[in-house]
């Protein structure tokens, strides 16, 4: 079946510099993966989505990368602030038929300043 | 209303009860899912309805989870007999687009406590 890994439970970094989050899956080929943040009681939101065909996405202080080759997204938040911290999910289609989005146990990510 | 609206927030039912959650997409919206997300975990898909068709109900744990969205807007999960292990939030989510082109809105969620 398939499976998504993020690298760790928890990320804690200091104002000001990058972090970088890590999303790795198997056993699929996935025609886009999309990034949520989730901030405590409350439900995910839409960051970023990034096709197969799209090595890289930008969006204000963020960045994803996608290498179909590696199974891995890697997601990027340039510049940390406190108000970053948050939990990041990634989720990908399950089987390309648009009816099931999966989602991996996510990164929670602390910004100290 | 401007955002997918989910009732109630808190539920506390004592094991054996019926439950009901209700989700109110984004209007015109015509993908809704439902997904559970237990503490500490990331959500976990349960059904997805295109309109008022139920296209996929794959990740309903057991028979005692039921999902409707009769016109295709509303939608109603109810849980029969609950279970402890039922204990979790279930987001409801809504997209502009059939089936999954796009982002999702999600909820904040309905915390269900099983006693």
């Known amino acids: 079946s398939q499976k998504i890994e993020q690298n760790s439970e928890a990320l804690n970094i200091q104002e000001g510099k990058t972090a970088t989050l890590t999303c790795n899956y198997t056993n699929y080929s996935p025609a886009y993966l999309q990034w949520y943040r989730q901030d405590p009681g409350r439900g995910p939101v839409f960051l970023l989505l990034i096709r197969e065909n799209e090595k890289e996405k930008r969006k204000e202080r963020l960045k994803v990368t996608f290498d179909t080759t590696l199974k891995q997204s890697l997601f990027h938040i340039t510049a940390s602030q406190p108000a970053d911290s948050a939990t990041y999910l990634c989720?990908?289609?399950?089987?390309?038929?648009?009816?099931?989005?999966?989602f991996g146990k996510g990164t929670t990510l602390s910004v100290s300043s | 209303g401007a955002g997918v609206s989910q009732s109630p927030r808190y539920k506390v039912a004592k094991r054996g009860q019926d439950v009901a959650l209700r989700c109110d997409p984004i209007s015109g919206h015509v993908s809704l899912f439902w997904y559970q997300q237990a503490l500490g975990q990331g959500p976990e898909f349960l059904t997805y309805f295109q309109n008022e068709a139920q296209l996929d109900k794959s990740g309903l744990p057991s028979d005692r989870f039921f999902a409707e969205r009769p016109e295709g807007s509303v939608s109603t999960l109810k849980i029969q007999r609950t279970q402890q292990e039922d204990s979790a939030v279930y987001l409801c989510?809504?997209?502009?687009?059939?089936?999954?082109?796009?982002?999702?809105?999600f909820g904040e969620g309905s915390r269900l406590t099983v006693l």
């Open positions: 989720a990908l289609d399950r089987n390309q038929a648009g009816t099931a989005l999966i």
């Open positions: 989510a809504s997209s502009f687009r059939d089936r999954l082109t796009g982002e999702l809105f």
